[in-house]
């Protein structure tokens, strides 16, 4: 049997979130990328916001080409700099929802300043963090989250340093909400996606996931299904977990959950009172005053609201 | 370059007083500049703080941002996200720039960035004047691309030259950079800004047809391109990656002829367009002057010394650095016994009217390793020297 590839991608669930035409996409059989990219489809359907205020935004490496395959306005950027790429964006049109999806590499290496500052500012965006433990487009060499003693290619003896608690980090920097899953939890990685595009304010998700060809393979851990074993059988659910208590060990227990959920002015709302104290209500920002932006926003969450309630009584009456 | 008067919300018309720096912010915010993302440093603060104090009047948006690899990088997605934006730094800032003006050029970003040059190399002179910048705005990031360079002499001409700074990142869709130095952009001198229905400005072309048409580049060597902005629907991908008229990556030697060569000529094709100078008698002149900035206004003083002396010297001053005014050099070189280039560097644009003198006349650098301005004695002496 042959498969009209055409057909198949007209067909297919994806197509509408995802560029079809784009496909196959470059990731490796046994990574988590894929699913964590079907997760954050299905959490955009489910979330009910409107894909034309949509935009995403990648840095470099395997987890930076995912802005490639979004059919989104899409950015990819250079290594580490799609958190500011991003603030620009959100803070030249505050109506657009954007999210940031690259790798634990890109963010919190080459691209940590820029995370610990967004997550300061409480800059109103979704950071999603694919964290495999490796550089996996240039080889697998070791990231700041390499556990201690593993091996990579650039630590052929063994990880001496010692590695970022990435929700520790950005708790500690300023971010309103944080949560940690794994690959392989694709119904967490959902919910806590939805959360976070309806949450106001700097959003962390970290997703542990397996970098097969690399990661797995140099460490001696067998496959992707050994990996999510590994996961099933050794991540710790701790919703509300103090940050401080979150940090991975070579093949140690994973703490998994919703660490951080709270409310603080985000980065505009705080440049939006500051204003208005000293402009007065004719304060207008790119030309529109604070209560008509607010309207605006009241109207889209309506909107967002009726879609929201439209998709899940449709996937409801699909399960029944 | 079609163009619409200013928005009045941005224009603070009028006779002022200010420096360089400070008339850099009102010229963007009268080019319809509303947001503006920077560092600080020495010794361009001013523009940054001028145009923080200015936002919230004019409705625009000010943020400092963690260092200047962040700065960069937020004027480029505020550019896709529909505003027109600027930054401002000197040179250890413009290193941390240069790999993102390099995704600028490559994603055809619209986006002013204002360099007031301090000696350096390194740390340096961080008060003191230079002009040794000039190749690293041309060629600091990797690879093949062009930039458009603009160079200002007075605070009036720092209002005038950021307007138009804006108008030419608009149409050509690239970063445009205006080198000024730490003497331009700390000199205060009476700055006139125009009421607003006299300032053009070029306005964000957006895309406005069907989706299925829409294209967000088009290799044609070109400007008047339109972007689209995000939000409004019709989904485009950018990336720094060698890509296709659709912003989709194709990593090809085939493709990298067709979009270097835009990026090119897009600019150098249109060097006639784009470029302005400021010519003072060069008809029938022995030697040429060619001087850009601050040095042009010291070399003002050689120059009339000069005629007084009876040697016929002409001035060549470029507002527009980059593209270099390769044909004017040409056609100047066989009539004239010598061009004098004073700058505030080792001899950096020296070696472009060198290198289109093509031998056809001498070419006399009169270099300078930063700190201060030349003494006009010495440009005088260069004259002379060339007049032989």
């Known amino acids: ?320 | 370059m079609k163009t619409v008067p200013a928005e009045p919300k941005g224009v603070d018309s009028g006779p002022h007083f200010m420096d360089g720096d400070q008339a850099i912010a009102e010229g963007a915010l009268a080019a319809g500049c509303r947001f503006f993302a920077g560092y600080p440093i020495t010794p361009s603060t001013e523009t940054a703080e001028r145009f923080a104090e200015r936002a919230p009047e004019v409705g625009a948006l000010f943020i400092q941002m963690e260092d200047e690899l962040a700065s960069i990088a937020a004027l480029i997605g505020a550019a896709w996200g529909g505003r027109k934006a600027m930054t401002v730094t000197c040179g250890p800032g413009f290193s941390l720039m240069v790999e993102n003006i390099g995704l600028a050029a490559m994603t055809e970003t619209p986006l002013v960035i204002a360099n007031v040059q301090r000696g350096g190399p390194s740390t340096g002179l961080p008060t003191l004047t230079a002009q040794q910048d000039m190749m690293q705005a041309r060629y600091g990031s990797h690879g093949d691309y062009a930039i458009i360079a603009l160079s200002p002499d007075s605070p009036q001409e720092c209002f005038d030259i950021t307007v138009e700074a804006f108008n030419l990142s608009e149409f050509y869709r690239v970063p445009v950079i205006i080198l000024t130095d730490e003497t331009v952009g700390h000199m205060h001198e009476k700055v006139v800004i125009p009421p607003a229905e006299q300032i053009q400005v070029v306005p964000r072309n957006n895309y406005s047809g069907p989706k299925e048409d829409f294209r967000p580049y088009k290799f044609d060597c070109q400007g008047g391109h339109p972007m689209a902005r995000a939000g409004d629907g019709y989904n485009f991908h950018i990336t720094g990656l060698t890509h296709d008229e659709r912003g989709y990556p194709v990593m090809t030697a085939e493709q990298s002829k067709i979009v270097v060569t835009h990026l090119m000529e897009k600019i150098h094709g249109n060097a006639d367009k784009i470029i302005r100078l400021d010519e003072d008698q060069i008809d029938g002149a022995d030697v040429v002057v060619v001087s850009y900035g601050i040095t042009s206004r010291i070399a003002i003083k050689a120059i009339q010394d000069a005629r007084k002396e009876g040697i016929k010297v002409g001035s060549l001053r470029l507002i527009t650095i980059w593209p270099f005014c390769e044909k004017r050099i040409r056609e100047l070189a066989p009539k004239i016994k010598a061009f004098v280039v004073p700058e505030i560097n080792y001899g950096q644009m020296v070696l472009e009217v060198e290198r289109c003198a093509g031998g056809k006349c001498e070419t006399i650098s009169v270099n300078h390793c930063g700190g201060a301005v030349h003494d006009p004695e010495v440009i005088l002496a260069a004259i002379r020297k060339a007049n032989q």
Not at chain 1, 126 to 154: D, E, K, L, R, W
Not at chain 1, 219 to 242: A, I
Request: hydrophobic share 35%; net charge negative; charged share 20%.
């Open chain 1, 1 to 320: 049997m042959t498969t009209d590839i055409g057909k198949f991608k007209h067909d297919s669930p994806m197509s509408g979130t995802l560029r079809m035409e784009r496909m196959p996409h470059i990731w490796c059989p046994g990574c988590g990328i894929g699913s964590e990219v079907n997760a954050f489809a299905e959490a955009i359907k489910r979330s009910g916001i409107d894909p034309k205020k949509l935009v995403v935004v990648s840095g470099i490496g395997c987890t930076g080409r995912v802005a490639g395959y979004v059919d989104f306005d899409s950015i990819h950027t250079t290594h580490g700099r799609a958190i500011p790429v991003a603030t620009g964006i959100k803070l030249a049109n505050p109506e657009l929802t954007v999210v940031v999806f690259s790798g634990e590499g890109d963010l919190t290496g080459i691209g940590g300043n820029h995370l610990i500052h967004a997550a300061r500012r409480n800059m109103d965006l979704v950071v999603i963090c694919n964290n495999n433990f490796t550089y996996g487009m240039t080889g697998g060499q070791v990231t700041p989250t390499t556990p201690h003693s593993a091996i990579a290619s650039t630590t052929p003896y063994g990880n001496y340093e010692y590695p970022f608690s990435l929700p520790f980090l950005v708790d500690a920097a300023g971010a309103t909400y944080i949560a940690r899953w794994t690959s392989m939890d694709v119904r967490n990685v959902t919910q806590s996606i939805e959360e976070a595009l309806a949450h106001k304010g700097f959003s962390f998700i970290e997703i542990i996931s397996p970098c097969t060809t690399l990661y797995l393979r140099r460490n001696r851990l067998g496959d992707g299904v050994d990996m999510l074993q590994h996961y099933q059988e050794n991540t710790v659910l701790k919703h509300g977990c103090d940050t401080r208590e979150t940090a991975i060990d070579f093949q140690g227990k994973i703490v998994i959950g919703k660490f951080v959920d709270k409310v603080k002015p985000t980065y505009l709302e705080a440049v939006d009172q500051c204003c208005v104290k000293l402009v007065g209500d004719d304060y207008q920002l790119y030309g529109k005053t604070i209560p008509e932006r607010e309207a605006e926003e009241k109207a889209e969450k309506e909107k967002v609201a009726a879609r929201r309630a439209a998709v899940l009584a449709e996937q409801t009456e699909a399960n029944e």
